[in-house]
């Protein structure tokens, strides 16, 4: 696990300046602690930050091929890479490590651009082709690595985080009002975008090639549905089972100490039992986060009974991390710095802290993440099912019932899902995570402003419903979450949290062979009478305690809400409505001053919405104002280039 960095001029008599690839290097050490590499040949530079973790002596980046003819600067993991290594040396490739960094380049030689379509893993690399001039950048399928870009009028430049192109003096500090009022509807910013203007995320399962043709960019894979095949539920159990061990074998694969996170639930202890299985007699590290100081009210947010009751199951060596309100508050500012954009999920935080923890005793640990994208584990999965269900039977009576019906209906939760029920899916589903309603978005920034990016985001969502149209309802749910919540926001936080840490996160559920086996699995067996991911329940009838196996589905809670209303209620306060906030200039004072107001009041929970301007007003402080400098941005000075 790496940073890597890179800038292209476009004028082959413009050498990149060395110093501005020391500083882009340089403030991605987080992500790689123990060495650093850098390549200058005129008109192009990259840069590497290296988390040593396969070939620890001999796999100092960048690395090139037998006539240094093509160079690579590489973020992630190849778990196939020895298979890999065996088949391009038997064709008469010559290696000089024994690293998986120098097999993508290998195959790069051998297969051309295709090459990305034989790697078994999360990556996100660049190749440099000296004899052609050509660059190409690859993003891994589902995106666990992240790859940004920027291409102005002189010059393109790419990097594993946003803060490293902003050390480059003509890079944009600018906010895209666009992809704002999209980070308001959904408390995080759909990819391509980024919340900067003309700075981009390189998609999923993407490359990019820049040469004398100028930059293009080309989707390699994508997740297929098909009728599943008649085989009885043996056949999916047996191989859903086989590919999850064979998943979490692979990334046992590790010169450095590993473990997992473990929160109890049924996706992580899963996860802990497979390694227990793998590990041949010695004790997997586990760690789980909570809360201390909590009230009844709260005591739920805490899933230190659930992580222990697993630990002990599994004679885990099991770590805890006990987070404080003071802690949570204090670490917001650092947080924006950490994730680059504003991404309002709170559980980022709790993740930092417990990575911090996991980085006393290991390098490399495993999660769950995936698995409810994937087997469709989130109850909204089935609420909408159920209004799918609803509106098939009669749509167009439905389409004129619903809006009548909820101008009657109390508002809140319920009158949102009956003003639904009058939309056909792909009008009416936006996610996993949403955040302000749309009557509230146009109180906020406008009605005009708020029709616009209403009719943004619905073209962002159906396009993705269209590519898979004639997929099942559920499926086509689960291909939009895997295409933009999960890579946009869920994987975004968990890599920016782990490497702030220098810990490298893996995410079995996401090895890209058991996603297309689950894309084939019916229906039934991902959404069961006993709620969501019945598979995977099946798979671990005999394994797993019933009082994990059966329970319902919590997310990772924060008492957020709680806290806003006293021990963060003068921190919120005074950032949201202060007169210079950068909330009175984006939106309107007294909308938001009212919604603080009702939340204080316990009139109802307006949590969600206050984190995320409180998150967007920490970013604008932070990047665009240079107002606020988390303190990690003052302990990592520049470092030398190494020429």
């Not at 050490?29 to 192009?44: I, S, Y």
């Not at 097999?103 to 000296?130: K, N, P, S």
């Not at 994508?222 to 085989?231: A, V």
């Not at 149209?469 to 926001?489: F, T």
Request: one cysteine or more.
């Amino acid at each position: 696990m790496c940073a890597i960095c890179g800038i292209v001029n476009f004028d082959a008599a413009d050498p990149v300046d060395q110093p501005t690839i020391g500083r882009m290097t340089a403030i991605m050490a987080h992500r790689g602690p123990d060495d650093e590499g850098f390549f200058l040949d005129g008109r192009v530079g990259l840069g590497h930050r290296r988390l040593s973790i396969i070939d620890l002596r001999g796999g100092k980046q960048p690395i090139f091929n037998e006539d240094e003819s093509a160079v690579i600067v590489f973020n992630g993991e190849i778990y196939n890479y020895r298979e890999l290594t065996a088949q391009l040396t038997a064709a008469g490739h010559v290696f000089s490590t024994q690293s998986d960094t120098e097999t993508i380049l290998h195959a790069y030689e051998q297969y051309g651009d295709r090459c990305v379509e034989r790697l078994r893993g999360m990556f996100a690399f660049a190749v440099w082709d000296r004899s052609k001039q050509r660059l190409l950048l690859a993003r891994d399928r589902l995106g666990v690595k992240p790859l940004y870009y920027y291409a102005g009028p002189r010059f393109f430049a790419f990097a594993s985080e946003i803060k490293s192109l902003l050390e480059i003096p003509e890079a944009p500090r600018e906010v895209d009002p666009e992809a704002l009022d999209l980070y308001l509807s959904l408390r995080y910013v759909p990819g391509p975008r980024t919340i900067f203007k003309n700075i981009y995320r390189l998609q999923p399962g993407c490359i990019l090639v820049l040469d004398r043709k100028g930059m293009r960019t080309e989707q390699y894979w994508d997740i297929e549905y098909s009728e599943p095949e008649p085989h009885p539920e043996k056949h999916f159990l047996d191989g859903f089972r086989e590919l999850l061990d064979q998943s979490v074998r692979l990334r046992l694969l590790s010169e450095v100490p590993l473990g997992v996170f473990l929160s109890g639930g049924l996706d992580s202890s899963a996860i802990l039992a497979m390694m227990t299985g793998a590990a041949e007699g010695s004790r997997v590290k586990a760690f789980s986060v909570g809360y201390r100081g909590l009230g009844r009210k709260d005591a739920q947010s805490n899933e230190f009974g659930f992580a222990r009751l697993a630990a002990e199951a599994f004679v885990a060596e099991h770590h805890e991390y006990h987070l404080s309100a003071a802690e949570f508050g204090d670490f917001a500012p650092e947080l924006v710095w950490r994730l680059d954009e504003p991404m309002a999920d709170p559980s980022a935080i709790p993740l930092y802290f417990l990575s911090r923890l996991a980085r006393e005793h290991i390098t490399v640990v495993l999660s769950g993440e995936g698995a409810d994208e994937i087997l469709g584990g989130y109850n909204i999965y089935r609420r909408m099912l159920s209004l799918n269900r609803l509106y098939g039977t009669a749509p167009s009576a439905m389409s004129r019932f619903a809006p009548w019906a909820a101008r009657y209906t109390p508002k809140g939760v319920l009158r949102r899902y009956v003003g639904m029920s009058g939309q056909p899916l792909e009008r009416r589903y936006r996610g996993v995570c949403r955040g302000f309603t749309s009557e509230w978005k146009r109180r906020l920034i406008g009605a005009d402003r708020g029709e616009r990016s209403e009719q943004l985001l619905d073209s962002i969502f159906e396009s993705r419903f269209n590519a898979v149209r004639y997929a099942s309802p559920l499926n086509r749910m689960l291909y939009v979450d895997a295409k933009i919540w999960l890579p946009d926001d869920l994987l975004i936080k968990a890599d920016k949290m782990t490497m702030a840490n220098g810990v490298e996160l893996r995410v079995p559920f996401l090895d890209h062979k058991l996603v297309e086996f689950a894309a084939a699995v019916p229906d039934h067996l991902k959404i069961g009478p006993d709620g969501g991911k019945s598979l995977l329940r099946k798979a671990m009838q005999a394994v797993l305690p019933d009082v994990i196996l059966h329970r319902s589905k919590k997310g990772f809670p924060t008492p957020v809400s709680s806290w806003l209303r006293s021990p963060l209620r003068s921190f919120a306060r005074e950032l949201l409505l202060s007169s210079g906030s950068a909330c009175s200039r984006y939106m309107e004072r007294r909308v938001v001053e009212e919604m603080m107001h009702e939340h204080e009041r316990g009139k109802c929970s307006r949590h969600e919405e206050i984190w995320t301007l409180l998150v967007f007003e920490l970013w604008h402080r932070t990047f665009i104002d240079r107002r606020i400098e988390p303190a990690v941005a003052r302990k990592e000075p520049p470092l030398a280039v190494a020429v």
